[in-house]
């Protein structure tokens, strides 16, 4: 079993939809996740921090849910801007340095 | 401040050349790593360095060497390239944030090619 495991992709919605994408990581002890953005050919870039209550960001909703090591980004209103690649991420646990563990990715494309 | 940067952006190498991706930041970040990234597989370690003269093997070491002398550098060479080693480099540095959350920030990339 991958240490983090996405929601396989593309997903394909219209502008102004509700996309959610989902995430599970195996390791009960990972205390820190994120969901990072990455367009095509570019880096990496953090969308937000995902903390045990949830939090919103705009259009962005991140929920955390341990029991079920489960993580979800909920993107509200989409805009074509969107278009791109949302990586589940989660830190390794027991405190090794900050190493992140990605997910393979979702991708997700916003028409017209 | 630059935040990560990374040289060179793209790079053409020989099978059995070696070569050095540099990578540096200036954000005084303890924590810096390389990553790799093949189309469908995601991105992978490579090594990392939870501070100046301290490394670590990552997911997948096996062909690149990393050393930390300063804070701000850690450089990834690649000791004889081998055509599976085409890929796209990242390299990233982050700091401790709230209860031990570490915010990882990646340079613009090295897209090599080896042939």
């Known amino acids: 079993r991958k240490e983090v495991e996405q929601d396989p992709g593309p997903f394909n919605v219209p502008e102004g939809a509700t996309v959610a994408f989902n995430c599970t990581y195996s390791?009960?002890?990972?205390?820190?996740f994120f969901w990072y953005r990455q367009d095509c050919r570019k880096e990496p870039k953090l969308l937000m921090s995902?903390?045990?209550s949830g939090n919103e960001d705009g259009r962005f909703t991140a929920q955390l849910n341990r029991a079920s090591q489960y993580i979800s980004l909920l993107i509200r209103d989409s805009k074509l801007s969107d278009s791109a690649t949302y990586l589940c991420?989660?830190?390794?646990?027991?405190?090794?340095?900050?190493?992140?563990?990605f997910g393979q990715g979702t991708e997700l494309s916003v028409k017209p | 401040n630059a935040g990560v940067t990374q040289t060179p952006k793209f790079q053409v190498l020989k099978t059995g050349q070696s070569m050095t991706l540099q990578c540096a930041q200036d954000?005084?970040?303890?924590?810096m790593s390389w990553y790799r990234q093949d189309p469908g597989m995601g991105l992978r370690l490579i090594h990392y360095?939870?501070?100046?003269?301290?490394?670590d093997q990552g997911e997948v070491p096996n062909g690149y060497n990393v050393s930390r002398s300063t804070t701000e550098d850690f450089p990834l060479r690649l000791l004889s390239a081998a055509p599976s080693q085409t890929s796209v480099y990242f390299c990233?540095?982050?700091?401790?944030?709230?209860?031990?959350?570490?915010?990882?920030?990646f340079g613009p990339g090295t897209r090599l090619t080896v042939t």
């Open positions: 991420v989660v830190n390794a646990p027991y405190n090794q340095g900050g190493k992140l563990i």
């Open positions: 990233a540095s982050s700091y401790r944030a709230v209860y031990d959350s570490y915010e990882q920030y």
């Open positions: 360095s939870v501070g100046a003269g301290i490394t």
């Open positions: 995902v903390y045990s």
């Open positions: 390791n009960s002890a990972s205390q820190s």
């Open positions: 954000m005084n970040h303890e924590y």
